[in-house]
């Protein structure tokens, strides 16, 4: 289905002639054969895990390529699932290619098939979010003891990983490492803790010199036979928090090139955070959508591929 928004195509869900795998928040899922997956992101956008009424114009092509991007450049601290992101070089039926060929274009990945790992590896770099809310009750993060009187949006002396459970119905909820090892064994742990901080201090140092402060992010890890990949999506709008590094300033929330400008705008209307979700105004939608384009621009110095 598509549909038309800010005078822009947007893509809110895909019925290709494939078998469907799954169908997530924000990406339709079809298997195309027994190690190979195509993944497909739309414009549909999750706040505080629910699926808004609204598309983001873009929003699936800029998460798409910029997980690309990313892919690429951090290929060399482990493997990922991406096989092509080139419609022409993907092995689909003919006739999808064909009739889908303009859908799939600039928004879909042949990936390999891995077994997801059930958790979310997050890194925090500042206190902010969730993070910061538990830092206020406890003084900790996820069994980190922090130092006291930090201020939010503070800048941590490291990095830190603070894992959260992938929750299919509700919302994520932070673990401890503890936690962490009895659901995956305390070995693989230590791995994607490990590959989770490498990851993100060099995309941190690259978004550095584009003038973009990476708040936190998540990634997520998966299995092909014994050996870690990185899959899904890789410092994203979605999956991450993007400041800009001029005009920071530690003691209150930040600008933002993600979709914290959605979730702001929920909160400020007072919303349960459960179903059904309220409709975005056009204005939300429209600042949304440039923010997006506007981080993969200062990011790869690249323009969008439409």
Known sequence: MTTKTSKIDSIWETKLPLPLAGRGKVRDIYSVSEDRLLIITTDRLSAFDVVLPD????????????????????????PNHLITANVDEMDLPKEVKQKFGAVLEGRSMLVKKAKPLPVECVIRGYITGSGWKDYQKTGAVCGHRLPAGLRQCDKLTRPFFTPATKATVGHDENIDFQTTAKAIGERLAKKVEEVSTRLYEKGRDYA????????????????????????????????????????????????????QIVRNYLLELGWNQKPPAPKLPAEIIEKTSRAYSDIFRRLTGKELER
């Open 55 to 78: 598309p983001i114009p873009l929003k699936g092509q800029v998460l798409t390529q910029i997980s690309v991007f990313w892919f690429n450049f951090l290929k060399d601290v482990v």
């Open 208 to 259: 550095d010199t584009k003038g973009i402060l990476i708040a936190d992010t998540k990634f997520e890890f998966g299995l092909v036979g014994n050996e870690l990949i990185l899959i899904d999506e890789v410092l994203t709008p979605d999956s991450s928090r993007f400041w800009p590094k001029e005009g920071y300033e530690p003691g209150h929330d930040q600008p933002s090139f993600d979709k």
